[in-house]
């Protein structure tokens, strides 16, 4: 039986984080340059229904039955048989590899789910639809940060840009001017949960105040949509900055952060903001593609540990499925 794999990206969120868990809305796009990947490939000589996994560099080869019942890895395999109704299966080897950095708001958890869940389905010869998929992950977000919004998950399942907001169909956004965005990464690790925990400690001393300041992102996040749906894209930049500077009230930015931000406004971007859970991993700058390498040059020098450029609304994205 030939190796079967499926892939994804990971994911920007421009627009709206934090706010998007308390119901206001969010923009995120699929950023292709660093993806997710699981090869499923046939354990002829184990025993039936024997699953191994491994994550290279992350983790050694292990059977599915030695992790934590609330491993990511093993809650996205189980929640995949359930849904499939799976029975007895061909024993299979799932390898996991990811060039997403892990904790840095790039969506490497969700895109992980999203693949396993994928190349699972695929090596059993069945189908489940984008929506199934996307229910799926979300499941296993839950595990990362018990109160996902579920956006990772839905741009990561869908590899387009999407307007996000909870318990609501996602919509696909029509970009209708590309735009070039660059990220930089503070190469300081931050997992989602403690910055999402910590808003929520916040929120919950003053409701009012925080309240207030999730409004003024989702109306900002209201005016990007419009602006990326109508090509105004030039709105988009001040936008940035507006949502940076209410992400600072709400203590989930970084000195770190903060460097990198002001670097790449100086050397031309038309605005910029952390990007994801913040405190730490990636930024990302709104930039005009004759700027862009001066933005990466001053993002490297100002301590980025890595940078990408990605055009959103480009057409060609790659095909999602395996
Ligand atoms: O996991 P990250 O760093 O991409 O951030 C997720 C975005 C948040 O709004 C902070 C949390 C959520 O579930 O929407």
């Keep these: 039986m030939p190796a079967i794999s499926a892939h994804a990206p990971g994911k920007v969120i421009l627009f709206g984080e934090h706010a998007v868990v308390y119901g206001r809305p969010a923009i995120a796009v699929p950023l292709t340059q660093v993806s997710a990947r699981v090869v499923a490939l046939a354990d002829i000589r184990a025993p039936a229904n024997t699953i ?64 396993l869940i994928r190349a699972l389905t695929a090596f059993l010869g069945l189908h489940m639809p984008d929506e199934q998929v996307n229910e799926l992950a979300f499941e296993v977000e839950k595990l990362h940060h018990g109160n996902p919004s579920g956006i990772d998950n839905s741009v990561v399942t869908y590899a387009r840009p999407v307007y996000f907001k909870r318990n609501q169909p996602i919509q696909i956004l ?83 952060l903060e460097t990198l931000i002001l670097a790449a406004r100086q050397a031309g971007a038309q605005g910029a903001k952390l990007c994801g859970a913040g405190q730490g991993g990636n930024m990302v700058a709104l930039v005009q593609s004759e700027q862009v390498g001066a933005v990466e040059r001053a993002l490297r020098a100002a301590g980025a540990v890595r940078t990408f450029v990605s055009e959103v609304g480009a057409s060609g994205l790659p095909d999602h499925t395996p």
């Design 174 to 256: 029509k970009v209708a001017r590309p735009f070039s965005i660059v990220v930089g990464d503070t190469g300081v690790a931050a997992p989602t949960a403690d910055a999402v925990a910590g808003v929520r400690s916040r929120w919950l001393a003053d409701q009012n105040l925080f309240d207030g300041y999730f409004d003024q992102i989702g109306a900002i996040t209201e005016q990007a949509r419009a602006a990326i749906e109508t090509g105004a894209t030039g709105r988009l930049g001040p936008l940035m900055d507006e949502n940076q500077s209410w992400l600072e009230k709400i203590s989930v930015s970084s000195p770190e």
């Design 52 to 115: 191994t996994l491994e994550s290279v560099g992350v983790l050694d080869r292990v059977n599915l039955n030695d992790l934590a019942a609330d491993h990511p890895l093993a809650k996205a395999v189980r929640l995949t048989l359930q849904a499939l109704s799976a029975g007895s299966i061909p024993s299979v080897t799932l390898r996991i590899q990811s060039s997403i950095p892990i904790a840095a708001g790039l969506g490497s958890g969700a895109a992980v789910s999203v693949v």
